[in-house]
C-alpha cells in the first residue's frame, strides 16, 4: 500500500493531503462545499488548498446542498471528477434525492451510457454533545441502495489513501470521516498511493473472538481488546475500512479460526451495517459460528445532547468487551447438534 | 441571421420534419400504451413540441439538454432515431438505454442527451453541473435544462438557479409552462402572474416566448443561449404552452374543459409550421411525400423495435458498478 | 381485531375508508398531497374526499414535499393529525430531512415536550416498468432510523385497520401501501377497527419452514408456500404487517416449531429489514436453528425497466422456493456440534 | 398605539431590561464555552438582540416562533427562564429540554417557543405547519419564523414561502440577514441586493427593518403579523443585522474586518436602547438598579445550573416514542 518514507499526520492532514494529490494530479478534480474555500472548512480540512489552487478547483458554495451535490453529478456525467464536501452528514438528508435517487442510478438506467465519478467527503458520529441533529451515522442508507462505494476510514493513513481511491473510481464513491478523528495522528506514507476498496485491515491478531467495526469505533474496539486480553481472552479486531464493498474473506477467515463475532459500530443497531454483517456471516459461516453474532451499536434513539446520556449512548469499550464476554458465555452450538 | 429564400423554405421544411416526426412518435406512443406493449407509464408532449425544437434551433451541435420524464421531444429533437426511441419505450435491447430505462428515461450521450429525470426538478442541479463542467474546463457549450410549470415550486429549482446566477453558469432553465402540474392548475400554486418573473430573485432574466410558435421559442432562446455561452450567465425563459394529451395515460381531465382544449389546439404548432414551410415556398406535394416518408420511419422503426428483442437476462448488470452485486 | 360485518373492497377502496372514518371521527384529522383533492390522487385513493369533506380537510399542495411533509410535522406540533400522502415513495427522497432529521427527532430533542402525531401515505414497489425512480422500497431507512412507526400492509382488511392505527397513534408513523396491491380485493370489516402496530399475522400454518414477509411479497411468499406443498413442504407464512415495531414473538414462536427461516421482500437485500430480521433471529433463537436464516429480496441494483429484467430482479415465487429448499437442504447444525 | 409619558418609560425600561438579559445570557454562553462547560458548540447572537425583541414586541402573548440554532435570543425573549435556558446550554437535567438538546434546540412548549432547528431553513415549513394548524383551526395565532441571511439559498425557504403564500398562512418569515452564513459573504452567494425581493417571487410583501433598532424591527413586524393574523397573508422582512461574536466559538473570522465589525458595534442595540429609556424618563439610578438585577439573576441562574444534577441515563428514554428500544 505504502511507497517510500513516511511521517506523523493528523487525520485532518492526511485528508488534506489526498485531496492536494489528487487536484495536483489530475485538472479534472476539484473540490466544492461550503465555507472550504476562504475559511478553509468548518473543521479546517481544506486549509490552504484556495490559495494553491485557486478559485476555479475549490469551490464555495451557497447553502444549497441539493444543488451543489446535483451539480457535481452533472459535472462527473460530463468528465470531471468532483470532490464535494457534505459539512455534516445529517445534511445528507437534504441532498437524498440528488445523492440517492440520481448519483446512484444514473448509470444504471442510462443502460450505462453515463458514469458518475463523484466522491463524497463528509464527517459524520458523535464528537462531544453535537445533538440529534449533528451527530448521526448514515452510512447504512449508502450500503442499502446500490450506488454509492461507502469508506469510513479509522487512521490518518487510511484517511488519505481510501479518498484517493475514492476520487479515482469511475463510480459514486462516499469517504464518511469521523468528526472525533481530525485530531488523531498517525503513520502517513508520502506521495500518492490508493488503498483498495474493499480490503479490510486486521489491527490486532487474537484467537477467541473476532471483533468487526469501522470508523472511530475501531479504537474503542482495540481498548475494549486491551481489556479482555487482561483477562486472558484475545480478540481479534478487523477494520472493515470499507462497507460497499464489504471484504467478507477476511472477516469469514477470521470467524473460521475464532468461531465468535462481535461487530462494533456508532450507527444505530436496527437495519444498520452490522444487521447486515451477523445476517451475512450467519449464512457464510453457519458450520464456524459457536455463538450468535452480537452488535454493539449505537442505541436506537436519536442521539442526546447531555454527556452521561451521550456516553451511554455510544458503543463504549465496556459494552464491546461485555459483548465479546457474552458472545464466549453463551451455548457455543445450536439446540439441534 | 441572413437566410436566401430558397434556404428558407429547406430550413421552414427541416424544422417541420422534425416537429412532425416528434408528433408521430408521440401518437405512436399513445398507441402502443393502449395496446399494453408499453409499461409503467408514458407522459407525451402533444401540442409543446415546438419548444423542444425551438430549444434544438436555438442552440448548437454539442449542446447539451438535460430532460425530465416528459422527454421524448427534446431527445428526438437532438437527433435521437426512431430506433433507439422505440426500442427504449418497449423495453428492447436495442433502446437508448438498453430497455434499462423505459419512456421517462431517454438518454443519448453521444447526441448530448442526458437521461430524462422522473424526479420533478431534479435536472436543474444537473444541468447546473454541466454547465460548470464546461466553465470549468473553457468549453463552449451551453446546457439547456426544460421542466414544467410545477416544476418551479419544488426545492431545487430554487437552489439551481441560484447557483447558475451566481458563478454566472452557461446554462438556460426552460419552463414549459403548460398550465398543470399533473391534474393540478398552475393557478393554485403559485400567487404570480408570470413564471418568469422568478428569475428576479436570483438577478437573472426572466423571458416569455410563445411556446406554440417554434420560431418564437427559437429567437427568445437564442439570446438566452448567446448570452450563456460566453460567460453573461444563465436565463428563466417561460415558454407558455400546453399538452393537447392527458398527463399520461389514464387521465380523466376532470380538470379543464373541452373548450380550454380546443382553443390550444387551434394553435397546433405542427399545423402552423406546415403553413410556414408552405408560405417560403415549399410545394405541397414536397410536403406531402415528406408526411409520407416521416410515417413509413416511424412505422418501420416501430416494426424493428416490437421485433427486437429485450435484454438478455443475464445482462442485467449493464450499468452497476464495479462493486454491486446482483446474485440472488 | 373486527366487529360486524364486512364486505368484499378493493386494498384501494380500504384505505379511502380508513381515511373517510377518521376524517369523521376527528375533526383534527387532515389530508395532504399532490392531486389528492379534485383528481382523487393519481391512484385514486383518495377519490370524493374532497368532496364530502371540503378543502380544509384535503388539501391538494404545490410539487412541494419538503414543504408539505414540514407543514404537517409543525400542524402535529401543534395538535393536528395530518395525513400526508407522498405519491411514491421514492420521493421521500426529497423530503428526507422533514421526515427523518424532523418528524423522527423533535420529540427526542425536545425532551418529550413535542409529539409528532403524523402520518405518511405512500405506496412504492415494483409495479410493472415503473423503472428505477419510480419503484423503490425504502421502509429500510425509516427502521433504521429510529422515529417512525412503519407499517406494509399486504391485504385490504390491514390497509384499513393499519392506518387507522396510524392516525390514531402519538408519534410519526408510516404507511407504505404497494402500488401493484390497489386493485386487489379481500374482506374488510365494517366501521372503525385498528389493526395494532407489531402484531404479525399467520397466513398460512406450515410445519417446516417459516417464510416472514410482508406487503405484496406475502402473496409472492403464500404462492410459493403452494407450490412447496406439492412438494411435501410445509412452510408457515408470517405477514410481519410492520417492521416498527416488529413482532419478534410470532417469529420466534414460529422459528421454534421449524427450526428454519426465510426472509422474503421486495427492498433491497443489502442491510435491508431482511437482514435485521435475519441477525435477530440468529441471536434470539440461535438454539432452534437448524439451518442460518435465508433472504430472498429484490437484487442490490436499481429496479429496470424491460420485463424480463424487472421479473428476474423481484423476489420471485420461484426463488423463495428455492430459498427454503435450500434452508431444507443445507446442514442442520453447526460445524461445532 | 398611544401610551403616556410615564408608560414610554416603563416600556422602554422592559424592552432594555429584555434586550440586556439576552445580552448577559449570552455573554455568560461565551464564558461558559471557554471554560468548556458547554459542549459541541454554540451560537451566539450577540450584536442581533432586537431582532428576537422586536419580534416579541410586534406579536401577542401565545404567538408562536421558530427558531434555529442560533436561537436563544427568541427562547428567552418569548419568556423562557434563564433557569431553563442554562440548564440546557449545561445539558442539566432543568434544562428546557431536560439536557437532551443542548444550545442549538431550546424549546418551550408553554411560552410557544418550538423546538431550535440545527438544519438550516428546516424551520420554515414547520412554521408553514403551525400556522396552517391555526388557519384550520379558525385560531388566532400568528408564527414567526426566524432564519439567517444564508438559509434564503436553503431548498425549503422557497417551497415553505410559496406554501404560505398559496395559502394565507398566518406566518412571518423573519430574515436575520447579518451579512454572512457561517462564514460566506452574502455577496458571493446571491446576485441580488435585498434579500426582501425574493418575497415577490411568490407574491408575497417583502420589506426591510433595522435590525439594529428594536422599535423599528418591532414597527415592521407588527404591520406584518397584523396582516397575517386575520389571513392577510404572509411577509417576506428582511432584517439588517450583524453578529459582534464569530459564527461559533473558535471561529477567526478572516471574512470581515476590524473596522466593519467596529462600525456596527458602533450601532450597539443595547446601548441605543439603554438611552431610549433615558430619554423615556427613566432615571439613571433605576436603570443601574436593573443592570445589577439582571446580572445578579443571571449570576444565579448560571450558578444554579452548574449545581444541577445532568439527566439520569435510566431516564435515557425520554423523548422516546412507543417503539423504540434501547436497551443494548
Ligand atoms: C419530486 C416529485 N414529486 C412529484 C412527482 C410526480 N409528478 C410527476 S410529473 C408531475 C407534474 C409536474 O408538473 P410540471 O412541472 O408542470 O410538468 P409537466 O408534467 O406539466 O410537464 C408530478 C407531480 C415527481 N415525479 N417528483
Ligand atoms: C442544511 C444545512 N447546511 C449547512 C449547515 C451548517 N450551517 C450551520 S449555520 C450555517 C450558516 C447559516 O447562515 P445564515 O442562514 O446566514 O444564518 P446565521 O448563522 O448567519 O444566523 C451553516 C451553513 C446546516 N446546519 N444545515
Ligand atoms: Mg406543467
Ligand atoms: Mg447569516
Request: hydrophobic share 45%.
Amino acid at each position: 500500500m505504502s511507497e517510500g518514507a513516511s511521517r506523523v499526520l493528523t487525520y485532518r492532514e492526511a485528508v488534506r493531503e489526498a485531496l492536494s494529490l489528487e487536484l495536483e494530479n489530475d485538472p479534472d478534480v476539484f473540490v466544492m462545499g461550503e465555507d472550504i474555500g476562504q475559511y478553509g472548512g468548518v473543521f479546517k480540512v481544506t486549509d490552504g488548498l484556495l490559495a494553491r489552487f485557486g478559485p476555479l478547483r475549490i469551490l464555495d458554495t451557497p447553502i444549497s446542498e441539493a444543488a451543489f451535490v446535483g451539480a457535481a453529478v452533472g459535472a462527473a456525467m460530463t468528465g470531471k471528477r468532483p470532490v464535494v464536501e457534505l459539512m455534516f452528514m445529517d445534511f445528507a438528508l437534504v441532498a437524498a434525492d440528488q445523492l440517492l435517487n440520481q448519483a446512484a442510478k444514473m448509470q444504471f438506467l442510462s443502460g450505462d451510457q453515463f458514469r458518475v465519478p463523484l466522491t463524497i467527503r463528509t464527517q459524520q458520529g458523535v464528537g462531544s454533545g453535537t445533538a440529534a441533529q449533528h451527530s448521526q451515522s448514515l452510512e447504512a442508507l449508502f450500503m442499502h441502495l446500490p450506488g454509492f462505494a461507502v469508506a469510513l476510514p479509522s487512521s490518518p493513513a487510511d484517511a488519505k489513501g481510501l479518498l484517493a481511491s475514492a476520487i479515482r473510481a469511475d463510480h459514486p464513491t462516499i469517504v464518511i470521516e469521523h468528526k472525533a478523528l481530525y485530531g488523531t495522528k498517525g503513520e502517513v506514507p508520502e506521495g500518492i498511493y490508493r488503498t483498495p476498496f474493499g480490503q479490510a485491515a486486521l489491527r490486532r491478531p487474537g484467537s477467541d473472538v473476532t471483533i468487526a467495526s469501522y470508523s472511530r469505533t475501531v479504537h474503542v474496539a482495540l481498548a475494549a481488546a486491551e481489556t479482555l486480553a487482561a483477562e486472558g481472552i484475545e480478540a481479534e479486531v478487523i477494520d472493515l475500512r470499507t462497507l460497499v464493498p464489504l471484504d467478507y474473506d477476511t472477516v469469514l477467515d477470521s470467524v473460521g479460526r475464532t468461531g465468535r463475532l462481535v461487530v462494533a459500530h456508532e450507527g444505530h443497531r436496527n437495519a444498520g451495517a452490522g444487521a447486515e454483517i451477523a445476517a451475512r456471516v450467519s449464512e457464510l459461516a453457519w458450520h464456524a459460528l459457536r455463538a450468535p453474532v452480537r452488535r454493539v451499536c449505537g442505541l436506537d434513539i436519536p442521539v442526546p445532547y447531555a454527556a452521561p446520556l451521550e456516553a451511554a449512548w455510544l458503543p463504549s469499550s465496556e459494552a464491546i468487551a461485555r459483548g465479546v464476554r457474552e458472545s464466549l458465555g453463551s451455548a457455543t452450538s445450536p439446540q439441534a447438534a | 441571421m441572413e437566410t436566401h429564400v430558397a434556404d428558407l423554405g429547406a430550413v421552414e421544411l427541416a424544422t417541420y420534419t422534425s416537429l412532425l416526426g416528434i408528433r408521430g412518435f408521440e401518437e405512436h406512443a399513445q398507441d402502443l400504451f393502449s395496446r399494453s406493449l408499453i409499461r409503467g407509464s408514458t407522459h407525451l408532449g402533444i401540442g409543446q413540441e415546438a419548444v423542444a425544437v425551438g430549444a434544438r434551433l436555438a442552440s448548437r451541435p454539442g449542446d447539451l439538454v438535460v430532460p425530465t420524464y416528459r422527454g421524448h421531444a427534446y431527445a428526438l429533437a437532438w437527433g435521437m432515431t426512431f430506433d433507439a426511441a422505440f426500442g427504449e419505450l418497449l423495453g428492447r435491447v436495442t433502446g437508448c438505454n438498453s430497455g434499462r430505462g423505459g419512456s421517462k428515461h431517454f438518454a443519448d450521450r453521444e447526441k448530448g442527451v442526458l437521461p430524462g429525470n422522473a424526479i420533478v426538478a431534479a435536472g436543474l442541479p444537473i444541468g447546473c453541473g454541466t454547465a460548470l463542467a464546461d466553465r470549468l474546463v473553457g468549453r463552449d457549450r451551453v446546457t439547456i435544462v426544460p421542466f414544467g410549470d410545477g416544476a418551479t415550486n419544488q426545492a431545487a429549482f430554487h437552489e439551481a438557479l441560484n447557483l447558475a446566477a451566481i458563478w454566472s453558469l452557461p446554462v438556460v432553465f426552460l419552463c414549459e409552462n403548460n398550465l398543470y402540474g399533473e391534474m393540478t392548475p398552475l393557478h393554485r400554486t403559485v400567487r404570480i402572474e408570470r413564471l418568469a418573473d422568478r428569475g428576479a430573485a436570483y438577478g437573472m432574466p426572466g423571458v416569455q416566448a410563445d411556446g406554440m410558435d417554434v420560431n418564437a421559442v427559437a429567437s427568445v432562446l437564442s439570446e438566452a443561449v448567446e448570452r450563456a455561452r460566453p460567460g453573461g450567465g444563465p436565463t428563466l425563459v417561460e415558454a407558455l404552452t400546453y399538452r393537447f394529451c392527458g398527463h399520461m395515460p389514464g387521465d380523466t381531465e376532470p380538470y379543464r374543459t373541452r373548450e380550454e382544449v380546443d382553443e390550444w389546439r387551434a394553435r397546433d404548432p405542427i399545423t402552423s409550421q406546415r403553413k410556414a414551410a408552405r408560405r417560403a415556398g415549399v410545394g405541397e406535394s414536397e410536403i406531402r411525400d415528406l408526411e409520407t416518408a416521416v410515417a413509413a420511419a416511424l412505422d418501420a422503426a416501430e416494426a424493428a423495435a416490437i421485433a427486437a428483442p429485450p435484454p438478455e437476462i443475464a445482462d442485467i448488470g449493464l450499468g452497476a458498478t464495479e462493486w454491486m452485486e446482483w446474485e440472488r
